[in-house]
């Protein structure tokens, strides 16, 4: 199917806007039309010499008339043409940055971000032409060439018309030849310029690594081996398009050579007058810009399917979390059992279940710690809590309800959510706060900030809440970014509140001040601690100590170190580092 077949379902839904814009546009080449007939009755006025001034006035007249209603004409099929491209840039950008939103972790596994950002840039521009140039040079081109040879028929003579158009079907021919090469061409210029952006993205977001690493030269060097492809890539996109131009003006020239030959023979046999022949030279003129028109147009289109193609094939991707018909709407509340009998990672050649056998009930008001070695799970069974996975075995409740039964809305509404690394906008403090619901008012944002420990800080900067955090926050510190966010998660209050490793970068002191305020301020909302450090689930109501992907401990704090396992050890080799920081601290305020 072409590009417009494909397109077809948007031409219907605004018909009008180019019905209208198609109409104004052949009345422009009707006008075009009137000029070259008014030049050849001119030319024979003035070589039979029956020419007078009524009579150049009138000629004249009449091509600055038909001029003006071409520019009036004009305009208004140009205003309505582009005017449904940018609605169809709009709606496919809309339905392309819908469809991010609503995808899974999966997918943002499989595609990078510069290839996402290339999609909704390069491919949606090159559908947008399709819809604006596209149109206007394949209807523009064939009104022009239809009514051009009309014209030269009832103007000028069949005879010459016949044959002075015989080359035109093998531009037809060059076009099927060369159309599939161009489409292919075009394909590996979009997926040359996807890498090239992502390369830029990940250059340009890891600029502090690399810096600090020393790899500028190595990642410049890498960086022009991708401009070098990109460049190959265009250069056969290049000698392909510029193979159109030079072919049209071959067909032209042999249009032109057979009107001298034959078109002067008929001048001679008096078959037709010198007037006659320059308006069939002024038609042929008229179809210069048409044999062009074609070449740009198969460009235009082929470039415009190669991008829909990959624009499509990205919107007809499923997320793998799905929303139950009729789900339960209402907030979620209430008690949390968590019963995974395994699961295992999709898209991955490890059938090793990453988690089984995790049984944890978590009375509403309640306060869950997990820990274990890196790699243990933590993470994992959290991103099943957030539903980024739901292919797993067994089943996880919130107030007797499976959390696949109810709306993604209602659901993850409930839970506040803090990584240890998070992502913060470039916007004031407040904002980014209060991000999830901008109404909120500054009290509700200094009292969440008050939980997490943050206000005092904040108001120690110049321009306090007011203050820019910078492009994912590059204007805090750790520790700041990570209190910001806690305050993010904690200013709606949520029913589940998640921390992952979120007090890695907090120290002692502050920890302790921001987990007292969770247990007395949230005593009957749900609280679930993933960490490494055994401090920040200490008093929690029960701790499960995770290894691969299983169950090996629990209990209080009290039990597991009684208990002498993995969490014990843990315990005692943390509180040995705390005890050497504090004596180095000590005795290095003794020598200052």
């Known amino acids: 199917m072409t590009i417009f077949g494909k397109l077809m379902w948007f031409f219907r839904t605004h018909k009008r806007l180019y019905a209208l814009g198609l109409s104004f546009l052949f009345l422009t080449e009707i006008s075009q039309m009137v000029s070259p007939a008014l030049v050849g009755r001119f030319t024979d006025e003035v070589v039979s010499r029956t020419l007078t001034i009524e009579k150049i006035f009138l000629y004249a007249g009449g091509i600055l008339l038909f001029s003006l209603l071409m520019y009036v004409f004009r305009y208004a099929w140009i205003t309505n043409i582009f005017q449904g491209s940018a609605l169809l840039e709009k709606t496919l950008r809309q339905q392309l940055f819908d469809h991010y ?9 499989r595609h990078r971000t510069g290839d996402l950002m290339a999609h909704a840039t390069n491919d949606l521009s090159a559908v947008q032409r399709v819809a604006s140039g596209g149109i206007l040079m394949l209807v523009d081109s064939v009104v022009v ?67 600090t690493l020393g790899q500028e030269s190595a990642d410049v060097e890498a960086f022009e081996i991708q401009v070098k492809d990109a460049i190959q890539v265009n250069k056969r996109v290049a000698r392909i398009d510029a193979l159109f131009g030079p072919m049209a003006t071959v067909i032209m020239t042999l249009s032109y050579v057979i009107m001298m030959t034959y078109g002067g023979s008929l001048v001679i046999d008096k078959a037709i007058t010198i007037g006659q022949l320059v308006s069939f030279s002024t038609y042929l003129g008229l179809l210069v810009w048409p044999m062009f028109g074609l070449g740009q147009l198969f460009n235009v289109l082929e470039r415009g399917n190669a991008s829909y193609i990959r624009v499509q094939n990205i919107l007809s991707e499923k997320s793998a979390i799905s929303e139950a018909e009729n789900g339960v709407v209402e907030p979620a509340k209430g008690d949390l059992v968590i019963q995974i009998n395994q699961f295992t990672y999709p898209d991955t050649d490890n059938q090793e279940p990453t988690l089984k056998n995790i049984h944890v009930s978590v009375k509403s008001g309640g306060t869950v710690g997990i820990v274990g070695r890196v790699g243990s799970g933590k993470t994992t069974l959290i991103k099943l809590l957030l539903r980024q996975f739901d292919g797993y075995s067994g089943v996880i409740r919130v107030g007797n309800v499976n959390i696949k039964d109810y709306t993604l809305k209602a659901y993850l509404q409930a839970i506040g959510y803090v990584a240890q690394e998070n992502f913060l906008f470039s916007t004031t403090i407040r904002d980014n706060i209060r991000f999830s619901d901008m109404n909120k008012s500054q009290e509700d944002v200094a009292f969440a900030a008050k939980q997490a420990d943050f206000h005092d800080d904040i108001l120690s900067l110049p321009a306090g809440y007011d203050t820019e955090v910078g492009e994912h926050g590059v204007s805090l510190s750790g520790g700041q970014k990570q209190r910001l966010a806690i305050a993010r998660a904690l200013i709606n209050d949520p029913e589940i509140l998640i921390l992952d490793d979120a007090l890695s970068a907090v120290d002692a002191r502050t920890e302790k001040n921001i987990l007292r305020v969770l247990k007395t301020q949230r005593a009957d909302k749900t609280t679930i601690i993933a960490a490494h450090r055994i401090s920040s689930v200490m008093t929690a109501d029960e701790i499960i100590v995770l290894d691969h992907g299983e169950i090996k401990e629990r209990g209080t704090h009290e039990t597991l170190i009684e208990m002498d396992g993995w969490y014990a050890k843990m315990f005692r080799q943390q509180q040995l580092v705390t005890e050497i920081v504090k004596k180095g601290n000590g005795k290095a305020g003794i020598d200052g």
Do not use: C, H
């Not at 030269?152 to 099927?176: F, K, Q, S």
């Open 145 to 211: 060439i239809i009514f051009t040879v009309i014209s030269m028929i009832i103007v000028v003579d069949w005879r010459l018309t016949l044959i002075g158009v015989l080359p035109l079907p093998l531009l037809v021919i060059g076009v099927w030849y060369l159309s599939p090469k161009i489409r292919a061409a075009f394909t590996q210029s979009q997926e040359a310029f996807s890498r090239l952006s992502n390369k830029s993205q990940e250059s340009i977001a890891g600029i502090k690594a690399i810096k």
């Open 101 to 109: 939103m609503i995808m899974d972790t999966t997918f943002y596994q």
